[in-house]
Nanobody, 123 residues
Framework: QVQLVESGGGSVQAGGSLRLSCAAS????????MGWFRQAPGKERDFVAV????????YYADSVRGRFTISRDNTKNTVYLQMNSLKPEDTAVYYC????????????????WGQGTQVTVSS
């Protein structure tokens, strides 16, 4: 089992920045691919970014590429999502997810999820 706890959400004006954190506990963190997803009201949960277990491979949704950066610190069992140049359309609940080994951008392929953290961007 892996337990995930997100933090760092909040309200910010368009153009601002936030950094989300996801602290993991349980089984070996370094064995897991870590992903960030988001879900806006009335919409499906969408892929945002993913990072491989070693941190050597990262992938981003087209909508956030160049503005968001995913990273991980395996010594702290934590994954981060630095969000810059935020837009109102980035408003959503952001979820951290973990999957053993496999690097994937597909929601249904992740076994472990955090409770989510709200990000609100005002214009």
């Amino acid at each position: 089992q892996v337990q995930l706890v997100e933090s760092g959400g909040g309200s910010v004006q368009a153009g601002g920045s936030l950094r989300l954190s996801c602290a993991a506990s349980g089984r070996a963190f370094t064995s897991y691919t870590m992903g960030w997803f988001r879900q806006a009201p009335g919409k499906e949960r969408d892929f945002v970014a993913v990072i491989s277990w070693r941190g050597s491979n990262t992938y981003y949704a087209d909508s956030v590429r160049g503005r968001f950066t995913i990273s991980r610190d395996n010594t702290k069992n934590t994954v981060y999502l630095q969000m810059n140049s935020l837009k109102p359309e980035d408003t959503a609940v952001y979820y951290c997810a973990a999957e053993f080994g496999k690097v994937t951008t597909t929601v249904n392929e992740y076994s472990y999820w955090g409770q989510g953290t709200q990000v609100t961007v005002s214009s």
